[in-house]
């Protein structure tokens, strides 16, 4: 059984930096296309950041390129998402999520919440002014 384990977050302030770490345990996560997705109050969910299995390329959402960078440990199995220059629109509780599914995929599904198979409770993050 495939789990998925936020942490990292919590309280800062405008302009800080946090690391959330996403700890996979039951499959090898350089198998998997990971992705870290956010939804704030009222909000739908959002395309944070992802990485691909195997090359290990990386995309981001609108606007966070340059702020937002996600990596990967395979040797912890354990995917990161380092936040520098946060601001109170960063506010949300941040997801982890992996797809493990064999079938074809362009990278574009991957900004899909859709496209992934299992999914970690998430932690929340909130930016004060």
């Known amino acids: 059984q495939v789990q998925l384990v936020e942490s990292g977050g919590g309280l800062v302030q405008s302009g800080g930096s946090l690391k959330l770490s996403c700890a996979v345990s039951?499959?090898?996560?350089?198998?998997?296309?990971m992705g870290w997705f956010r939804q704030a109050p009222g909000k739908e969910r959002e395309f944070v950041a992802t990485?691909?299995?195997?090359?290990?390329?990386?995309y981001y959402g609108d606007s966070l390129e340059g702020r937002f960078t996600i990596s990967r440990d395979n040797a912890k199995n354990t995917v990161y998402l380092q936040m520098n220059k946060l601001t109170p629109e960063d506010t949300a509780v941040y997801y982890c999520?992996?797809?493990?599914?064999?079938?074809?995929?362009?990278?574009?599904?991957?900004?899909?919440?859709?496209?992934?198979?299992?999914w970690g409770q998430g932690t929340q993050v909130t930016v004060s002014s």
């Open positions: 999520a992996a797809r493990y599914s064999s079938t074809p995929y362009v990278v574009r599904d991957l900004f899909s919440h859709e496209s992934y198979d299992y």
């Open positions: 039951g499959r090898t996560v350089s198998n998997a296309a």
């Open positions: 990485i691909t299995r195997s090359a290990g390329g990386t």
